[in-house]
């Protein structure tokens, strides 16, 4: 059993969240969810544009600098810097996050066409590439009061509780409601498994301090992304939590069939996305919280 923990020290540290753009209507509404949380975890935001070429560079710096002095007039709060590539964003958000040592990357489903961006498997390829977590958008605005209904799928594969750790954090930041969920299954030995899993999941939130409810989905482990974004437009939830199994091939029934589903959610509802790791060594997200 693997867990992200989290370093709760105080420390000057900025927090930094990455929001890749090619200037497009959502990648827009990616910068303003990345706003929100910024104010929220108090962090800092690198605006990334990415450009084939070098001779596209002078281009961008100037469609980058003129999109932060737009929402320099609504935004008074948050600093947005301008960090510009050449490559390929399969390649360079990853980069950047690690050079940067961001501890979030915020990016829009259909924002990033010119940059070589579609979705689905696209999609996962560029969060594949990176360690550090995504939250992925699509037109949905983010409410003023943040996410405050997040919903945990839970499944049957042992990765499925290395998002708790990270889902806390953001709940104790959003002061949220955590919505746990684990598909039907009449197998005793797979429901034996995913009563542990949630049985976990329960006692650490109740650790944590956190609010949460629980609910078994109507639908197998099969159809459970039908079941996650059916009770996602039940409860009008702001966020989905899921690991990126597609990332690993030996996570069972689950695969990357269900997380492009899920990203490209047709409630469109934001999802935070969680690479997982194989390995005890912890890794911080939102390193900074005070308190």
Do not use: C
Not at 63 to 70: A, F, S, V, Y
Not at 158 to 172: C, D, Y
């Amino acid at each position: 059993m693997y867990i992200w923990r989290v370093n709760l020290s105080i420390t000057t540290m900025s927090k930094t969240i990455i929001v890749p753009t090619d200037f497009t209507p959502i990648a827009e509404n990616a910068l303003e969810h990345a706003i929100a949380v910024a104010k929220t975890i108090g962090g800092e935001i690198a605006l990334l544009h990415i450009v084939p070429k070098k001779s596209h560079v002078e281009e961008g710096r100037t469609k980058l600098n003129m999109l932060i002095e737009r929402f320099a007039e609504i935004n008074h709060v948050i600093s947005i810097k301008p960090v510009i590539r050449v490559g390929t964003i399969f390649e360079d958000i990853g980069d950047v996050a690690e050079e940067l040592e961001a501890e979030l990357i915020l990016m829009g489903t259909h924002g990033l066409r010119g940059m070589q961006f579609i979705t689905g498997s696209h999609a996962l390829k560029v969060i594949t590439s990176s360690s550090t977590p995504f939250v992925v958008v699509q037109e949905s605005k983010i409410k003023e009061s943040g996410y405050d209904d997040i919903i945990v799928p839970l499944d049957l594969s042992k990765e499925t509780k290395q998002k708790l750790s990270i889902v806390a954090q953001m709940a104790k930041y959003f002061k949220s409601r955590v919505h746990l969920m684990i598909p039907r299954e009449n197998d005793e030995f797979l429901k034996n498994q995913l009563d542990r899993n949630l049985n976990y999941a329960k006692q650490y939130f109740s650790d944590e301090g956190i609010e949460f409810t629980t609910k078994v989905s109507e639908e197998k482990s099969g159809d459970f992304d039908e079941g996650i974004v059916a009770y996602a437009k039940e409860i009008n939830a702001d966020l989905i939590a899921i690991m990126n199994l597609a990332a690993n091939s030996l996570v069972g029934m689950l695969g990357s069939g269900y997380v492009q589903r899920i990203l490209t959610n047709d409630a469109q509802v934001p999802v935070l996305i969680v690479n997982p790791i194989s390995t005890t060594i912890s890794k911080t997200f939102f390193r900074a919280m005070g308190g």
